[in-house]
């Protein structure tokens, strides 16, 4: 009986743990991964969204593409990965224990990568603990990996992106969302993925938290308030919906317990209990890292490079790489993590107001707290002109480090320039011939086509639609605005399926043409009605 | 080293709210009030708070109310989060049987 040794010990088979394993393997090391659930990938195969960046953060494919091509590579490189595998221990002198079976093991590694990732936070109201109240990481996990519907009727309680992300999906997988809300007085995350819900005519409630979850059994129904300047409850400002699930998209906390236990030295910040480490992932420990959320919560693309990062230390670390190639590789990752650090949503703007965008713009208002921009507001962005010709409108409006569009467009339309969260401009002497490759290269589908009269008095719109059934050409519907109140009759001319648009349908509708700037949303007759 | 009296002194005796019985820690049934009352009877850390009312000593292991406790406590204590000293992180990490736990000899298995 004795204690297996290996050159590196990864603690979790997430983005930031497979990456940094097949980083160090690439360069010989023979790493082992352990993970506790029985899939590897981390989150990786919930996100069913496309991913934002550039073409090396792998911008415009779906997280789950992302995990598969993550596993493939982990084969190539012999990167070894043991599945409910939970590790129980972690000691200062870099053991390991890890209940495996019905057993424990103890393994001993030259190194250790800690990236055990995020754990969804919880809020407590009334009724909390009644089931249907549960966590937006779990309404995705039943989704996307089950195929189970969490519910038909669900508020969601928290406008970040996770909050906006699975309200989104939770609305394709055919359940209603009723509505979301947020204590915070603006919305946190991506202008983009609000719109979306928005659209789909979601309501959004901020500076509104949940009262009470209602039920004796199960949530029968949910009420909601607004909170005033000191977060308690304004008197009178109740609102009861009736619903079968309450989502919790309330932020995550980094599950770093296995780094304090093997005596690294710890930060308690904001952003939860983390440890304190380099730009590499290098612990005060010599010989632990830590990489991705556990080291502080990001996004899966930040936790790749992490991963990268401390994959390539580790490798020089143990003897595998020379100083000048870790350095060199390491120059190009930082500037890749720089990149996905630029912008409004930055590390460093958090909690902060933004009022202009780096272009000087004034920012939506009504983006921040509805969900949408105004038909008044839309008209001063860059990627938004007025033309007769078939053109792209780009209703991106926020900094946010991510330009497919640019690419996609291979008759130069549309520019966003070497800063890479500069808001995508319209290059009017170049042609747009209705291509729609734009369209569907946003990850935030916030681009459509718009052409005028295509026959008299009535132009079309060409929008982004992930819903399924698919409408059908001839089909008369009704047009929503971006609010996702219904603004005209519509009739579907076209949808367009094509597989370099990855599941992100076109459909194109024809509106009088005073309704091309108004119309971004398609719901069937049945479903909609009038105000 | 907090001074233990003239901290208590400072916030001030127990006053019970409405919402006191909200429950925390669903692993070990501890409410809101219990765990504003005991910071009233001197326990200040996590540590000491989950030896004393079991909370997030549960299947979850603190996982769901970890951070709850915290900002309850720190508001009696009228500080911010990081003034509550949090937990030592011991193994196991997660919950494991006493069977399978009183079967390792310090070995891998073959």
């Known amino acids: ?531 | 080293m907090i001074d233990i009296r003239q901290k208590l002194e400072e916030i001030g005796a127990f006053e019970p709210h409405a919402d006191d019985g909200l429950l925390v820690c669903r692993c070990e049934e501890v409410t809101k009030g219990e765990i504003r009352k005991a910071v009233h009877e001197g326990i200040f850390t996590i540590e000491e708070m989950r030896r004393y009312l079991r909370n997030g000593m549960g299947l979850c292991q603190g996982q769901t109310c970890g951070r709850l406790v915290k900002s309850i406590m720190a508001a009696e204590l009228k500080e911010t989060p990081d003034y509550v000293e949090p937990a030592s992180a011991r193994a196991p990490m997660r919950p494991i049987e006493m069977e399978i736990l009183g079967k390792d000899q310090g070995g891998a298995y073959e």
């Open chain 1, 1 to 531: 009986m004795d204690i297996r040794r290996y050159d590196m010990i990864v603690i979790g088979a997430g983005p930031a743990g497979l990456s940094a394993a097949i980083e160090a393997a690439k360069h010989g090391v023979k790493p082992i991964v352990f993970d506790e659930n029985a899939r590897p990938g981390g989150q990786l195969f919930k996100q069913i969204h496309k991913f934002f960046g550039s073409k090396e953060h792998k911008a415009k494919i779906r997280g789950f593409k992302i995990g598969e091509e993550l596993l493939a590579e982990a084969e190539k490189f012999g990167v070894e990965v043991v599945l409910n595998a939970t590790v129980v221990g972690l000691y200062p002198d870099k053991e390991v224990t890890v209940k495996i079976g019905e057993e424990i093991q103890h393994f001993k590694g030259d190194s250790i990568l800690v990236a055990t990732g995020a754990s969804e936070n919880m809020v407590n109201f009334k009724g909390w603990t009644l089931p249907g109240v549960i966590g937006a990481g779990a309404a995705q996990t039943m989704m996307n990996l089950h195929h189970i519907l969490p519910g038909k009727k669900v508020l969601m309680l928290g406008s970040g992106n996770v909050g906006l992300v699975v309200s989104f999906q939770l609305m394709q997988a055919g359940c209603e969302v009723v509505a979301l809300c947020d204590a915070a007085p603006r919305i946190g995350g991506y202008g983009v993925h609000a719109a979306k819900v928005a659209r789909c005519g979601v309501p959004f409630y901020l500076s509104h938290t949940i009262i009470e979850a209602e039920g004796d059994e199960y949530v029968t129904g949910v009420t909601i308030g607004e909170v005033g300047p000191d977060w308690k409850i304004i008197p009178g400002t109740e609102k009861h919906f009736d619903v079968d699930t309450i989502c919790l998209a309330v932020g995550l906390s980094p599950m770093s317990q296995l780094l304090d236990q093997a005596g690294c030295q710890m930060k308690d910040t904001r952003g939860g209990f983390v440890p304190a480490c380099d730009a590499e992932g290098q612990t005060s420990v010599p010989g632990i890292y830590a990489a991705g959320d556990v080291s502080g919560i990001e996004e899966a693309s930040s936790a790749m490079i992490e991963g990268r990062i401390s994959g390539i230390t580790i490798a020089e670390y143990l003897g595998f790489a020379e100083k000048e190639e870790k350095e060199s590789r390491i120059s190009e990752l930082e500037a890749q993590l720089d990149t996905l650090r630029q912008g409004m949503f930055a590390p460093a703007n958090r909690g902060k107001k933004i009022e202009k965008t780096e272009e000087g713009i004034a920012i939506s208002e009504n983006l921040l707290v509805k969900g949408f921009v105004s038909d008044e507001e839309i008209g001063r962005f860059p990627g938004v002109t007025k033309q007769r010709k078939i053109h792209p409108v780009m209703e991106c409006t926020q900094n946010i480090p991510c330009n497919p569009c640019q690419d996609a467009c291979k008759r130069g339309c549309i520019s966003i320039g070497s800063n890479i969260t500069s808001l995508p401009v319209v290059d009017k002497e170049h042609e747009c011939i209705g291509c729609g490759l734009c369209v569907a290269s946003c990850s935030g589908q916030a681009i459509f086509l718009v052409e005028e009269d295509v026959e008299p008095g009535y132009g079309e719109v060409t929008m982004p639609y992930e819903f399924m059934p698919l409408p059908v050409v001839g089909e008369k519907g009704i047009a929503c605005g971006r609010d996702g109140k219904a603004v005209c009759d519509c009739e579907v001319t076209k949808v367009r399926t094509s597989p370099a648009f990855d599941h992100t349908n076109l459909l194109t509708i024809k509106v009088p043409n005073d309704m091309l700037m108004k119309a971004r949303f398609y719901r069937a007759k049945k479903e909609a009605a009038y105000d």
